[in-house]
Nanobody, 123 residues
Framework: QVQLVESGGGLVQAGGSLRLSCAASGLTFSTYYVGWFRQAPGKERDFVASIGWSGGDTRYADSVKGRFTISRDNANNTVFLQMNSLKPEDTAVYHC????????????????WGQGIQVTVSS
């Protein structure tokens, strides 16, 4: 079975930082694009960032570009999201996601989802 397990969320003040991690198991990790989506209350699940098989082809939503950095460690089957200069509008449940072979940029393309982890940014 495939599992994606997020960690590292929590409460932070505006301007602060958090680092999310997602540990994957049950798949050939290096053959999947992996990434992050977020869903705020009353909103749809939106793309945040993704990264290609070997760490290339990084993509970011305009709203997080320059503040967030995605990376992956294929040796440990883990994808990270370093979130800096956090804003209250970043508050959401963050989900890691994986898509086999293909570029990951929309929720409809996701093959596997993590359970989600809360990130709350206070003003």
């Amino acid at each position: 079975q495939v599992q994606l397990v997020e960690s590292g969320g929590g409460l932070v003040q505006a301007g602060g930082s958090l680092r999310l991690s997602c540990a994957a198991s049950g798949l050939t990790f290096s053959t999947y694009y992996v990434g992050w989506f977020r869903q705020a209350p009353g909103k749809e699940r939106d793309f945040v960032a993704s990264i290609g098989w070997s760490g290339g082809d990084t993509r970011y939503a305009d709203s997080v570009k320059g503040r967030f950095t995605i990376s992956r460690d294929n040796a440990n089957n883990t994808v990270f999201l370093q979130m800096n200069s956090l804003k209250p509008e970043d508050t959401a449940v963050y989900h890691c996601a994986a898509r086999k072979f293909w570029v990951l940029s929309t929720a409809s393309g996701v093959d596997y989802w993590g359970q989600g982890i809360q990130v709350t940014v206070s003003s």
